[in-house]
């Protein structure tokens, strides 16, 4: 199946995108279509064996609207993309803008006489001369006419429309529109005739009568009124894009290449993979790569949402679009144009956008047949009126206040503006969810299953405790690290990473040898050391049994503890563990809170996992699963009737996130974890699960108050307009009003969706009862002058030291400038600036 992205031109309401969708619907070998008014797209799965492009947009065109291939070049600009809603918007204005010039004088000649009446003003004489009496009853009538025959023609697309797409079968909201506008036109022409003939035979009654029943100012206010509605709905939904469009903006036009020994400034279209490129201080990377030469600190808050910079050194991975800060760097291009991650995030916002959530089905069937339920109602409605004794001019008016006021663009955009806003609001927080069907299924999960390695915790061992029984704890560390240097188990790069963090050397080690399952072993200065487990050193012949209650505290507490030996006598235990990550307890407890049964999955024995879930306050720890085996568990759960949502690493979790209502990958946001799950978090920081829930959350309920609006409007709106009200309170509703009515509905389904803008992500920051959020306000910004930073090595201690105190929310070190701008929620007074940052080898000078 190949899927493919087409832009659709002359959607206006939903009644239209559901019959796009019908259309391409009915091709042979069509999988899947989707249809979004909104982003005027259509998302389409098809079988090319069967189907081509060409007969796709034939369709599209025998349906009455447009189509061509969505370009796929990520280097297409965002000017380029917006350039089509600019040209609306401003068509729209000249429209609107010339409408109310000639409509204005229009309501005066029509109103004159009733609106100075109210004001008690009297009516100046040259105006009773030129329009009072059945003998100006022509000028009357045919000024009105001329002057709304210039607004017809500024809004003739909705009688092009309107009525191209009567004829077809298939009328849409321009068939209301125009149709309302047209008849009252037409009626008002037809009064100029009858006026004509009552003046020629002397009958002036007739001639008053339809002199008062003009509907020329309807007919013009009808389409100006429409414009105005579709003037503002427009601006709104071009809010909705400003994530998107931010992240957009976010990517360099031009990269500096070093290529034949040459810096060359190339366009980011020509990239090549394997180029080296150079990125200096306040440049946006162009590409994904590995540093290959210089150091610098990279601010990647605009893809993960964390504010302080990342430090980079050679080996180490960038990302494009992430804006480099401080030193120049050197670094092999090795994913470029739609291959990078900024591209990639970007084309999961867009399908998001595009896509539907499944309650979205409902109200495209209601649109399908909407507009044709309308036109019949209205005519019955009329008809009903003249059945029971009513006016023509009455019966007439009914029916086109009917036609203006129904209004299918409020369904058709309840969904598509919602999940947008809340899919762009998620990727500005690291959150990418593949689509609308992903947002309903998140917030209807009752129970969320936790990968361990990864996810609830680092992913990497690290030392937690050190026991030096009968030698200095310097010299345990220098011991351990001559052992461990010389094996390539995980748990000895923690040991080896502890002792370079605190200076250790390792001690020299000769015949080494690996006892696989057991420990190893080496001499030092000929004196025999060893380092294992339990059964290792029991083996060897050493005496641990002093030791016993510390070993099963440890053991307890999920750590794994190494033992270190020499000649047969226990010098000391090192604990490993792989530490939780600082979030995952405040995640955990915030998704308990929310109703959410929390189960963790890991490959570990039932000792480690019992730790991790009674530190954590985890529901239900299942150890010894591999990872062939989550499916499994995932597929038994969901046969208990729970709606799972899981969370791992995106990998080897691939499976089992597949399996779920809802997959969750963490930490991948480049990964291939992009396939296999319905959401990415690009942060490894498990509040973001909780985000994505809450999100997902906030979108539906939006969702659902922008459905109940657009239905209860026409619920209301069609028996007003119809006169239901009429006989016994006298409320009937111009066709004017329904016209108005109609234009706000659109508008207020915009701006509600807009709310969501305002949505906050659960962060680590700030503690608030039982939710933690980000913090969006601090009290104090300094400047601090540091001498003795020399290097990047400096720069980074400098950052670190000062990020880790109390209340500092963003840390930016300058190396040329000696000094470092601190943001932080608290104030924090010079002393104990003073004290960290002497405490790291600098000195604060002012």
């Not at 229009?106 to 030129?130: C, S, T």
């Not at 002397?202 to 414009?227: K, P, Q, W």
């Not at 503006?417 to 209807?444: D, F, P």
Request: with cysteine.
């Amino acid at each position: 199946m190949r899927k493919e992205h087409f832009d659709i031109t002359g959607m206006t309401c939903s009644a239209c995108s559901a019959r796009v969708e019908k259309a391409v619907g009915r091709l042979q070998g069509t999988a899947e279509v989707s249809v979004n008014l909104l982003t005027n797209s259509m998302q389409l799965a098809y079988d090319e064996a069967v189907l081509n492009t060409e007969q796709i947009i034939r369709a599209v065109e025998q349906a009455g609207y447009g189509a061509s291939v969505k370009g796929k070049k990520a280097e297409a600009s965002m000017q380029a993309k917006t350039a089509p809603l600019e040209r609306e918007v401003a068509a729209m204005r000249y429209r609107l803008l010339w409408s109310v010039v000639f409509l204005l004088p229009v309501m005066f000649i029509a109103m004159h006489q009733m609106v100075l009446g109210w004001l008690g003003i009297p009516v100046p004489a040259w105006l009773q001369d030129l329009f009072a009496g059945p003998e100006n009853a022509i000028t009357f009538s045919f000024a009105q006419f001329l002057l709304i025959l210039p607004i017809m023609y500024l809004n003739r697309k909705y009688y092009s429309n309107g009525f191209r797409n009567l004829w077809q079968g298939a009328p849409n909201m321009d068939s209301l529109v125009g149709m309302g506008s047209m008849a009252a036109a037409l009626f008002g022409a037809f009064a100029v005739f009858r006026m004509g003939w009552g003046l020629g035979h002397g009958e002036l009654a007739l001639v008053a009568e339809y002199s008062r029943n003009l509907y020329f100012e309807s007919a013009g206010m009808i389409v100006t009124l429409i414009t105005v509605g579709k003037f503002l709905e427009a601006k709104a939904k071009g809010r909705t894009g400003e994530a998107l469009a931010r992240l957009m903006e976010l990517a360099p036009q031009t990269a500096t290449v070093l290529r034949d020994g040459q810096e060359l400034s190339l366009p980011v279209a020509d990239l090549l993979v394997g180029d080296e490129i150079i990125v200096r201080p306040g440049e946006r990377l162009p590409a994904d790569g590995t540093v290959l030469a210089g150091q610098t600190s990279i601010d990647e808050s605009a893809l993960t949402g964390e504010s302080l910079p990342v430090f980079k050194q050679p080996g180490d991975k960038v990302t494009s679009a992430t804006l480099n800060k401080t030193g120049a760097i050197h670094f092999r291009a090795e994913k470029v144009g739609s291959d990078t991650a900024i591209s990639q995030i970007i084309r999961l916002v867009e399908e998001a956008s595009a896509s539907k959530a499944p309650m979205a089905r409902l109200a495209d069937r209601i649109a399908g047949i909407f507009v044709p339920v309308v036109i019949l109602i209205a005519l019955a409605a009329g008809g009903i009126w003249l059945a029971v004794g009513a006016s023509v001019e009455f019966a007439f008016s009914i029916a086109i206040s009917i036609l203006v006021i129904s209004c299918p663009c409020a369904l058709g955009l309840a969904t598509p503006v919602a999940i947008m806003v809340g899919t762009g609001k998620g990727a500005e927080n690291g959150i990418l969810i593949k689509s609308g069907e992903a947002l309903e299924i998140a917030q209807a999960v009752d129970t969320v299953v936790l990968d361990k390695t990864g996810t609830i915790t680092e992913g990497r061992p690290q030392v937690t405790d050190i026991l030096a029984l009968s030698v200095p704890e310097a010299e345990l560390l220098s011991l351990a690290a001559g052992l461990e240097k010389n094996s390539e188990h995980p748990l000895a790069e923690a040991v080896l990473a502890y002792a370079q963090a605190k200076g250790i050397t390792p001690a020299g080690i000769s015949d080494f040898q690996a006892v696989v399952g057991r420990g190893l072993q080496g001499s030092v200065q000929n004196a025999l050391c060893l380092a294992g487990n339990e059964a290792f050193m029991t083996e060897q012949g050493v005496d641990i049994l002093d030791c016993q209650q510390e070993l099963r505290r440890l053991a307890d507490e999920g750590k794994t503890p190494l033992l270190f030996a020499r000649e047969r006598k226990l010098l000391g235990i090192i604990a490993v563990a792989d530490k939780e990550k600082e979030s995952s307890v405040q995640a955990i407890g915030q998704l308990t809170a929310m109703g959410l049964e929390v189960i963790m999955l890991t490959g570990d024995n039932e000792r480690t996992a019992e730790a991790v879930r009674r530190r954590l306050g985890i529901t239900q720890a299942i150890a010894g699963v591999l990872p062939e085996a989550k499916e499994r568990h995932i597929t038994a759960l969901q046969a208990q009737g729970h709606r799972v949502a899981m969370v791992g690493d995106g990998i080897n979790d691939a499976p089992a996130l597949a399996r779920a209502d809802i997959g969750i990958a963490i930490g991948a946001g480049t990964d291939v974890a992009i396939e296999s799950a319905d959401a990415v978090l690009i942060r490894s920081n498990l509040l973001d699960a909780v985000s994505a829930i809450k999100l997902s959350r906030a979108v539906i309920r939006n969702i659902k108050e922008n459905l109940f609006w657009a239905f209860i409007y026409n619920i209301i709106g069609i028996p007003l307009a119809a006169g239901l009200l009429y006989p016994a309170f006298g409320i009937k509703l111009s066709p004017m009003i329904g016209a108005a009515a109609m234009s706000m509905s659109s508008v207020c389904v915009v701006m509600n969706a807009l709310r969501l803008r305002s949505f906050k992500t659960a962060d680590i920051d700030k503690q608030e009862g039982q939710e933690t959020v980000r913090k969006e306000e601090t009290t104090m910004q300094k400047e601090l002058k540091i001498e003795g930073m020399m290097c990047a090595h400096c720069q980074k201690h400098v950052n670190d030291a000062l990020a880790k105190m109390a209340g500092v929310t963003a840390v930016t070190v300058n190396l040329e400038a000696g000094t470092a701008t601190v943001t932080a929620d608290r104030e924090i007074p010079e002393s104990e600036f003073a004290q960290v940052i002497t405490e790291a080898g600098y000195e604060l000078v002012g």
